[in-house]
């Protein structure tokens, strides 16, 4: 069965903290993996990661995947409050229909 | 950026009563998606749904649950006979072609489904 694990599950930090998330998989048939970002209701997407070793940013934010140990992590730099929010990790598996298999979440809370 | 809407935000039913839920993807997106997220659990995916048919389904996806995009903008979700552990928020989802093979979904808003 194919398996997404997010650590930790909740983080709470104080605003201008560096985080690291951490996101491991065990899929058949691996194509990419994504990470959203999920505030009140919706997630939106923030990277699609699909080579090992290619550190894609945005702003504060920066991920990187390693196929070969079977992880990513989601760096998000000099925090603010706004960046509390559930991240979520999810694995592209490839095949016609193209569904993601979700982890947990990381619930990270971002004190002033 | 454009967006996929759902409607509605929030449905409340009794139990056994058909629901269905409404979204419109992004209007050059091909391939359409339903997940839902059972509160405090993660997102599970349901059915895709690529040219006028089913893709691929899982095992939530029984008899119960179906898809139908009736027109070239709404894509539906219905729930026959709604049992209690429906309740969870269902999100739609759409992605155009990614002619490299790789792909970004985009999420609708999702509609907060309450089976009492």
């Known amino acids: 069965e194919d398996k997404v694990v997010q650590s930790p599950l909740s983080l709470v930090v104080h605003e201008g903290d560096t985080v690291t998330l951490n996101c491991s998989y065990e899929?058949?048939?691996?194509?990419?993996l994504l990470w959203y970002k999920q505030e009140k209701k919706a997630p939106t997407f923030l990277f699609m990661l699909?080579?090992?070793?290619i550190e894609k940013k945005s702003g504060r934010l920066s991920s990187i995947l390693d196929k070969k140990e079977l992880f990513s992590i989601l760096n998000i730099t000099a925090t603010q409050t706004g960046d509390s929010a559930v991240y979520l990790c999810?694995?592209?598996?490839?095949?016609?229909?193209?569904?993601?298999?979700f982890g947990s979440g990381t619930q990270l809370t971002v004190l002033p | 950026e454009p967006e996929v809407t759902q409607t509605p935000s929030h449905q409340v039913t009794q139990m056994g009563q058909e629901v269905i839920l409404r979204c419109v993807p992004i209007?050059?997106?091909?391939?359409f998606y339903w997940y839902r997220q059972i509160l405090g659990q993660k997102v599970e995916f349901l059915v895709s749904?690529?040219?006028?048919?089913?893709?691929?389904k899982s095992e939530i996806f029984d008899d119960q649950f179906s898809v139908e995009r009736p027109d070239g903008s709404n894509f539906t979700l219905k729930i026959r006979s709604t049992k209690l552990e429906d309740s969870a928020m269902y999100f739609c989802?759409?992605?155009?072609?990614?002619?490299?093979?790789?792909?970004?979904?985009?999420f609708g808003s999702g509609t907060q489904l309450s089976v009492l």
């Open positions: 999810a694995v592209l598996i490839s095949g016609s229909a193209r569904q993601l298999t």
């Open positions: 749904f690529y040219n006028n048919e089913i893709s691929e």
């Open positions: 989802a759409s992605h155009e072609w990614g002619t490299t093979g790789v792909v970004k979904l985009f």
């Open positions: 899929v058949t048939n691996f194509r990419s």
């Open positions: 209007s050059n997106h091909l391939y």
């Open positions: 699909t080579s090992s070793g």
